[in-house]
């Protein structure tokens, strides 16, 4: 297993200020950093690569979905124009050296259209991550899809739901990306989700129940920790939070308040705890 951290707890962006952190996220323990990869403009993809080299990180991506882009939509046209930009992404992803792009990528956090998906937004979403498939093995690129808590997405909530999705699309750099904090809402047992998902788990965000230090809430680590361990998971534990005070990055995961007495606490004692674990 690989410790990450997700510089959502600092900021929105990926430039200067980030790396600047980068020997204090070495020193503490982390393997590697997980980035925003959300947009192509502007991704500075060998900056990023150039100052997690010069750190010894490894370097994994957050994606989601912004600009009205969606693989489920109506309009065929907007499918079409969100694979391209999937596709550019992955590239851009190769050029930062990162291995694993990782987030809700069907569409946007926070788009709820008030019924259940259908069985052709289903099969939009099937057909993207097939068709995305030869862009990943050339780029080396793991594409790890998020379920989301009920009140963030209605498209995949569950780990049943996205080992489904998983199963259909059935390409081996297609998995899933399991998230703790949204687990603890969506699960009976977050740790039978966990050996539900069995061999498509590609990548793990390890958040407390609310989204605070990994071990100070009732997530049950111990169980999480065997279930990875009976799964023989190699992959990423990445702790991921939010600021508390960043505009639209604290409105998307809509924190208000301090949950800790910084965020960063939430990076630094949580993996303390993490490795105990
Ligand atoms: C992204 O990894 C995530 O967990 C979402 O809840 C962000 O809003
Ligand atoms: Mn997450």
Known sequence: MKFGVNTFIWSAACNQ??????PLIKAKGFDGVEV?????????ATDLRRATEANGLECNAATVLVDGLSLISED???????????QDLVKLAADANVKVMA??????????PGRRRT??????????????GDTLVKNNVILAIEPLNRFETFFINTAADATAMASEVDHPNVGILF??????????DIAAGLRMIGKHLKHVHTCENDRGIP?????DWGAVFAALRDLKYGGWITIESF??????????AAIWRDIEKTPEAIAFEGIQFLKKC
């Open 17 to 22: 200020t980030i790396y600047d952190l980068f």
């Open 36 to 44: 925003p990869l959300f947009r192509r403009s502007n991704f500075p």
């Open 76 to 86: 065929r046209g907007v499918r079409c124009k969100t694979l391209r930009h999937l």
């Open 103 to 112: 987030g809700p990528i069907y569409s946007p956090v926070g788009y709820l």
């Open 119 to 132: 069985m052709d937004e289903w099969k939009w979403a099937v057909d993207a991550y097939k068709l995305l």
């Open 179 to 188: 998230d703790t904090f949204h687990a603890n809402i969506e699960e009976k």
């Open 215 to 219: 071990g100070s809430g009732h997530i």
């Open 243 to 252: 600021g508390f005070a960043l505009g639209d990055l604290s409105a998307a």
